[in-house]
């Protein structure tokens, strides 16, 4: 009666583990989504309204944020995708190395997109005004 039991929770616990390995690929799918419509539809922008003088800078804008939104998804997939595996320190390894990578990545986005690190608070309207008219 046992073995009969043992092979039920094996099995049952191989097919939650494909189901939540399935779960992360259709997450990734959809992030590499995130990140070609991001840049399909900037670019439609960019091309189909030519009369913005900062027309480039505003390109650059949506298709940061495009792929800032698109990076997330992508690590929330690696996460899934790591609790469907045995966690061994290999597979946890990779993990961090993927995440530390693509958080550097959104964080040099984010600098680039606002001009400043994500830990740095926001200027106040006003005083951001004062800075950008102080004669230099």
């Known amino acids: 009666m046992s073995t009969s ?3 039920m929770s094996s099995g049952f616990e191989a097919t939650a583990s494909d189901w939540i390995h399935l779960v992360g690929i259709c997450i990734e799918i959809f992030g590499v989504f995130i990140i070609v419509a991001g840049i399909v539809w900037s ?3 960019c091309v189909h309204w030519r009369t913005d003088t900062q027309q480039y800078d505003q390109y650059k804008i949506r298709i940061g944020r495009s792929l800032l939104l698109g990076l997330e998804v ?3 997939a690696d996460i899934v995708k790591t609790i469907a595996i045995e966690l061994t320190f290999t597979s946890l390894g990779l ?3 993927l995440v530390l990578v693509r958080t550097f990545l959104s964080w040099t986005l984010v600098l680039e997109i606002e001009g400043r690190w994500p830990w740095q608070r926001e200027l106040p309207i006003s005083v951001a005004r ?3 008219n102080s004669p230099q």
Do not use: F, I, S, W
Request: no cysteine; proline share 0%.
């Open 5 to 7: 039991m043992e092979r």
């Open 43 to 45: 670019t439609y922008l």
């Open 74 to 76: 992508l690590v929330a």
């Open 95 to 97: 993990l961090a190395g």
């Open 130 to 132: 004062e800075a950008d």
